[in-house]
């Protein structure tokens, strides 16, 4: 496949950050995916999450399976690390990268064919064992590359853009990663970038496994009038839980919302999510009353979005494993081969 490269000059008048990099320096190859694909509005997302968190881009390693949503990491992030995996094997890839070396930041972008269903167990034991990652769904609800079937999470009563209505039910990958013990878990829509960018900025920050399902409308297979994952549709049935802003935990706080409640939530970073509630006395820290919540706003048809739950006392993979802090290819010989005498009091301890 070819890509087409953006020119490396611009204008020498960009906007900065601290590290002294433009926008244009998290950005990747130009995109090849239908024109209006969600699926971009969430790259430029990540882009600008990215440049305002300033990262360098050299410290993230981008992984992603097979699908359109996993063509995306091609589109930013260009001077990161990046693998395109095999389908539906994105997180144990992810899994083996992060133990060898945890001082990179893991973002895993998937699809709901590649998360919902060859990868569905992938999906569930990254959940599970806490990997320090940000794992994004590009959620469509159907398979764009083989012409608009229905996927996994379309919805029961769905209609297909040739009028077939989808019989099954829908998975729901939002409650998985609640079931599963995910620390932080959010659900957005790729035409609101001004709650999005913000969820993605937390979710880098946060610390265990941070999970993000997109509502993206394919506009070539399902923006149709019986579709539920259109634009028109999202927005016609968004229920925003609570509006959020992310602020560093160097900077100064400031607040430019319309009056109503506020919530401070400070992450293990220092970091801080300023929440305005929106859904009454909803607490992002209950993880059963999150659960129940997004019941019965789908029975109304209702789509949930915003960060729906967040532990404060997070820990990851590493912490259940007691690994090293320094990275696996930094230890010398001695380390890694310590001798005899240390095999056998590991031995002796397992008697």
Do not use: W
Request: hydrophobic share 40%.
């Amino acid at each position: 496949m070819t890509y087409l490269a953006k020119p490396t000059l611009h204008h020498p008048d960009l906007p900065t950050n601290t590290l002294g990099y433009t926008r244009r320096d998290y950005e990747g190859a130009v995109s090849t995916l239908c024109a209006g694909c969600g699926h971009d509005s969430i790259s430029a997302a990540i882009v600008r999450a990215c440049f305002e968190l300033d990262l360098p881009p050299h410290r993230i390693a981008k992984l992603s399976g097979i699908g359109c949503s996993s063509k995306t990491p091609t589109y930013f992030l260009g001077n990161s690390h990046g693998f395109n995996s095999v389908h539906g094997r994105m997180p144990s890839v992810l899994t083996g990268a992060n133990l060898a070396n945890r001082d990179l930041i893991y973002l895993g972008v998937s699809g709901d064919g590649d998360s919902a269903s060859i990868g569905i167990g992938q999906f569930a034991h990254a959940m599970r064992r806490g990997v320090n990652m940000v794992y994004i769904v590009e959620n469509n609800g159907v398979y764009g590359l083989t012409k608009g079937q229905f996927s996994a999470t379309a919805d029961r009563g769905a209609k297909s853009k040739r009028g077939v209505v989808n019989i099954d039910s829908p998975i729901d990958m939002v409650g998985m990663a609640l079931e599963l013990g995910a620390t932080f878990v959010a659900r957005s829509f790729s035409g609101d970038k001004a709650q999005l960018v913000p969820l993605i900025k937390a979710a880098l920050t946060h610390k265990g496994a941070a999970f993000i399902d997109c509502i993206s409308p394919c506009v070539s297979f399902n923006n149709h009038l019986g579709s539920t994952k259109s634009f028109d549709y999202v927005r016609e049935h968004n229920a925003a839980v609570n509006k959020l802003d992310y602020v560093a935990g160097q900077k100064e706080i400031t607040v430019d919302y319309a009056p109503g409640k506020v919530e401070l939530v400070t992450q293990h970073d220092g970091s801080v999510l300023r929440l305005r509630k929106l859904a009454g006395e909803y607490d992002v820290t209950d993880r059963i009353a999150a659960m129940e919540y997004l019941a019965g706003h789908y029975a109304k048809g209702e789509v949930v979005t915003g960060l729906l739950y967040v532990s404060l006392d997070s820990p990851d993979l590493h912490d259940y494993l007691n690994t090293v802090e320094k990275p696996l290819n930094t230890l010398d010989d001695s380390e890694l081969c310590p001798g005899a005498a240390a095999l056998q009091r590991i031995n002796a301890a397992l008697r």
